[in-house]
């Protein structure tokens, strides 16, 4: 079945936007654009005599992903220029808010995995602390003291190097020459860090909680990346429920380019990410806790991050059957070209 027959709406602004939704629920969000090409002029022995410049039309799309990140990008559609594809600002602000049916189905999903998170992790006491990050604080002042103490050393190394024409980085000889006067600074710093540190970490208050033993179908937390971190002092966390499902919390990933040369960057919208995973040994290898979770919490929660990762497998086989001819034939029925 063609794209043209599984139709389901077309929103149409104005004479170069409109967004298509098929029978899936799945959409691509389509905009007109001209823009100058450069083309090749050859003789009639087929040798390039010029270059010149012509206007063409050009048609950006994007499908529309069901998903918590946004992220700026579009394609065109003839494939054949090499031009970066972006869409305008107003399409851009469009398309920030759920615009198909599966888009807004994925945004009840996350919202019911983000209830559930919550619910879940909420008897944990879970609240952002601040810490003396001594490691940092010592590096830092070590090597400013070590490279001032050595400076007339490494002044002398420098002027001889120079007079060898040797190749010195020149990031290597800065920090070389202002180490002194980097000193203060520094000091200052980890003075400042001492008497009020800033490094943010995360801190489980209801350690009564937690257990080093799993009864029946407990949740349980586990430290990512392997990094030295105890429930009193953390910065990344995944809690697993149904002993596949992993739940994280971040910010969502936003970041736009639009075709008049502005931008946007990533938000400080929180996001909880979840995933399933499939082999028993893909977690991280940091320490596990156990601790009870109502278990039709558990099972709302699983649910619904498998229903979220069906509907984003459903959507990316959906993208694989498009195709410049299918997508033409399309929009050609639909008046848009």
Not at 30 to 57: H, L
Not at 66 to 72: A, F, G, L, R, W
Not at 161 to 176: A, C, P, Q
Request: glycine residues 6%; neutral net charge.
């Amino acid at each position: 079945m063609s794209l043209a027959e599984i139709v389901k709406e077309v929103k149409k602004y104005g004479d170069n936007k409109t967004i298509v939704e098929f029978n899936n629920g799945f959409g691509v969000a389509y905009e007109k654009t001209n823009c100058v090409v450069e083309q090749e002029v050859f003789d009639s022995d087929d040798v390039c005599v010029d270059v010149v410049q012509k206007k063409v039309s050009r048609i950006c799309y994007r499908e529309l992903e069901p998903t918590t990140d946004k992220i700026s990008g579009a394609k065109s559609l003839s494939g054949k220029n090499n031009r970066s594809a972006y869409f305008s600002r107003e399409l851009e602000n469009l398309l920030s808010a759920p615009q198909t049916s599966a888009q807004v189905h994925a945004q009840e999903l996350e919202s019911k995995i983000e209830k559930g998170y919550d619910a879940m992790i909420k008897p944990l006491q879970i609240e952002e602390c601040k810490f003396r990050d001594w490691k940092n604080i010592l590096e830092c002042v070590g090597t400013i003291v070590g490279l001032t103490a050595i400076w007339p050393l490494s002044m002398l190394y420098i002027l001889l190097g120079g007079m060898r024409k040797r190749d010195i980085s020149g990031d290597v000889t800065l920090s070389l020459v202002t180490a002194p006067l980097a000193l203060p600074s520094v000091l200052a710093y980890a003075a400042r860090e001492i008497v009020s540190p800033t490094t943010k970490a995360n801190r489980i208050n209801n350690a009564k909680m937690l257990s080093q033993k799993q009864e029946g179908n407990n949740a349980y937390l586990l430290f990512q990346y392997n990094e030295k971190a105890t429930i009193s002092r953390y910065r990344c966390i995944e809690f697993v429920v149904q002993e596949r499902i992993h739940l994280s919390e971040g910010t969502k990933s936003i970041h736009k380019i639009y075709d008049d040369g502005g931008s946007t960057h990533p938000s400080d919208e929180r996001a909880i990410y979840a995933r399933k995973e499939t082999r028993e040994d893909s977690v991280y290898g940091g320490r596990k806790f156990f601790f009870k979770v109502d278990e039709d919490l558990s099972a709302e929660i699983s649910i619904a991050v498998e229903e979220k990762e069906k509907l984003q497998a459903e959507y990316h086989n959906f993208c694989r059957q498009l195709n410049q001819k299918s997508q033409t034939e399309m929009l050609k029925r639909i008046g848009f070209i």
